[in-house]
Nanobody
Framework: VQLQASGGGLAQSGGSLRLSCVGS????????VGWFRQAPGKEREWVAC????????RYSASVKGRFTVSRDDAKNAALLEMNNLQPEDAAVYYC??????????????????WGRGTQVTVSS
């Protein structure tokens, strides 16, 4: 499956953005989807994930309560709704697909397919 992340841009502190990860070449609903981000000079970090059935949704401590991950199988897509954005959320955001029907992983190595990333900038 090929992945394309979009929806990044500039938001004010406290604002919102919605990222989309669209799959092609295969059905994204067959895969767990993870979201990761990488800020300049930092390691890439896991943000959130959802299993194929959405029975499992997990969030990193830094975004829990502010970000929501979901799926739109009709559009072969996964979404990351980001609310109350803070300057520390600024990064390139990546979506990734891997195995996981009732669980989703926070490890990069568990995701086989990766999108190119979309830039999120947050002004204070």
């Amino acid at each position: 499956v090929q992945l394309q992340a979009s929806g990044g841009g500039l938001a004010q502190s406290g604002g919102s953005l919605r990222l989309s990860c669209v799959g092609s070449g295969s059905t994204l609903y067959s895969y767990a989807v993870g979201w990761f981000r990488q800020a300049p000079g930092k390691e890439r970090e896991w943000v959130a994930c959802t299993s194929t059935t959405e029975s499992a949704k997990r969030y990193s401590a830094s975004v829990k309560g502010r970000f929501t991950v979901s799926r739109d199988d009709a559009k072969n897509a996964a979404l990351l709704e980001m609310n109350n954005l803070q300057p520390e959320d600024a990064a390139v955001y990546y979506c990734a697909a891997g195995a996981g029907h009732f669980y989703c992983s926070d490890l990069e190595s568990d995701y086989k397919y990766w999108g190119r990333g979309t830039q999120v900038t947050v002004s204070s």
